[in-house]
């Protein structure tokens, strides 16, 4: 993953095909994501520390370091727990929570997926921006992916 690659769907009808911002409604499941290099259009999913967890928040709920990185209130996280390495695939939506089904680990999008329950740390937040409407990578993750070594 690198700055600068497009951020494309993982699954569904839409896979391989770039997420725009105006996609994401405030509110919803995270929409899982790999990065794609825009000249190649290689999309990066062979490794899972590649799998991103998109959602747009309302921008003010947001803390201020979380917002630094997101765009508009569209914030991206590792996918990966960091429990034991599980896809963090569900989400409670009365909270406003992402949630792995392995575990049950349970982290807050609005405060830097800070981990709430079973996980040792947060979901690493990846910077992003748009282009042209397209979700695009700005930096790296903040923080390793995965549970700790």
């Known amino acids: ?3 600068g690659d497009l951020i494309v769907y993982a699954q569904g009808d839409r896979a391989g095909q770039p997420v725009n911002a105006s996609d ?7 929409v899982i994501a790999y990065p794609m290099n825009p000249q190649t259009r290689v ?5 899972p520390a590649n799998t991103l967890l998109l959602l747009r928040l309302e921008a003010a709920s947001l803390t ?4 630094r990185h997101a765009a508009g209130g569209v914030v991206a996280y590792s996918g ?3 429990h034991l390495g599980c896809i963090v ?3 409670i939506a009365d909270k406003q929570l992402l949630f792995c089904p392995c575990h049950g ?6 405060d830097r997926a800070k981990a709430l329950v079973v996980a040792p740390k947060p979901l690493p937040q ?12 700005a930096g790296e993750f903040q923080g390793p992916v995965g549970p700790p070594t």
């Open 43 to 47: 999309v990066k999913g062979e490794e």
């Open 80 to 82: 990966v727990c960091t």
């Open 126 to 137: 990846l910077p992003i921006r748009v282009e042209d409407g397209v979700l695009v990578v």
């Open 24 to 30: 994401l409604e405030p509110g919803q499941r995270q």
């Open 105 to 110: 680990a349970q982290y807050d999008p609005r």
């Open 1 to 3: 993953m690198a700055p």
């Open 64 to 67: 201020a370091e979380t917002a």
């Open 89 to 91: 695939s569900n989400w």
